[in-house]
């Protein structure tokens, strides 16, 4: 989740749109968007919209968001989670809310050899491909970035429904 990150309000200030961000946190929900709102930094540009929500039971429309940033959520989960049941659910989820050809972008201090296991497992019902992979380092710590990108759709995908709408 979000937390207390400013990570969203950092993107809007470099220009991107359409800042959504989750935490399941209450507390931390409310108290960005009322630092948000005290903020005079905020006129003439589009907010970040915080939201509380669970990314394991995301409130979003399948195919309807074109990225997702993860900093370190899927570490939280991996932490909390023995059994990795809610990683799982995560990653559907996040697999689900991608538009086709949309990019899961993941910071993590996990090392490859144990988060791309699990984020590559197409069994698990979400199948994209990594399309870019860094590990970065920051003082004495180092971290790893993963870019996913969920397949698009084929022409013949796009084909069956256009055929069902015109039924």
């Given at each position: 989740?979000?937390?207390?990150?400013l990570l969203?309000?950092?993107m809007r200030?470099?220009?991107?749109?359409?800042i959504c961000?989750?935490?399941?946190?209450?507390?931390?929900?409310e108290?960005m968007?009322?630092?948000?709102?005290?903020?005079?930094?905020?006129?003439?540009?589009?907010p970040?919209?915080?939201?509380?929500g669970?990314?394991?039971?995301?409130q979003?429309?399948s195919?309807s968001?074109?990225?997702?940033l993860d900093?370190?959520?899927l570490d939280t989960?991996?932490?909390?989670?023995?059994n990795?049941?809610?990683?799982h659910?995560m990653l559907?989820?996040?697999?689900?809310?991608?538009?086709?050809?949309g990019?899961?972008?993941?910071i993590?201090?996990?090392?490859?050899?144990?988060?791309l296991?699990?984020?590559?497992?197409?069994?698990?019902g979400y199948?994209w491909?990594?399309?870019g992979?860094?590990?970065i380092?920051?003082?004495?710590?180092?971290f790893?970035m993963f870019?996913?990108q969920k397949?698009?759709?084929d022409v013949?995908?796009?084909e069956?429904?256009?055929?069902l709408r015109l039924?």
């Amino acid at each position: 989740g979000n937390g207390l990150s400013l990570l969203g309000e950092e993107m809007r200030a470099d220009g991107y749109l359409n800042i959504c961000a989750i935490d399941y946190s209450r507390v931390c929900t409310e108290r960005m968007r009322v630092q948000q709102n005290s903020s005079d930094d905020n006129l003439g540009t589009a907010p970040v919209d915080y939201q509380l929500g669970d990314v394991t039971n995301m409130q979003y429309q399948s195919d309807s968001v074109a990225s997702v940033l993860d900093k370190a959520t899927l570490d939280t989960m991996y932490n909390a989670d023995e059994n990795l049941v809610n990683v799982h659910l995560m990653l559907s989820e996040v697999h689900r809310v991608l538009v086709p050809g949309g990019k899961y972008v993941v910071i993590s201090y996990g090392d490859p050899q144990d988060r791309l296991p699990e984020l590559l497992d197409s069994s698990k019902g979400y199948s994209w491909s990594l399309v870019g992979q860094k590990e970065i380092k920051k003082n004495k710590a180092s971290f790893h970035m993963f870019v996913l990108q969920k397949p698009r759709q084929d022409v013949s995908d796009r084909e069956k429904q256009l055929s069902l709408r015109l039924e």
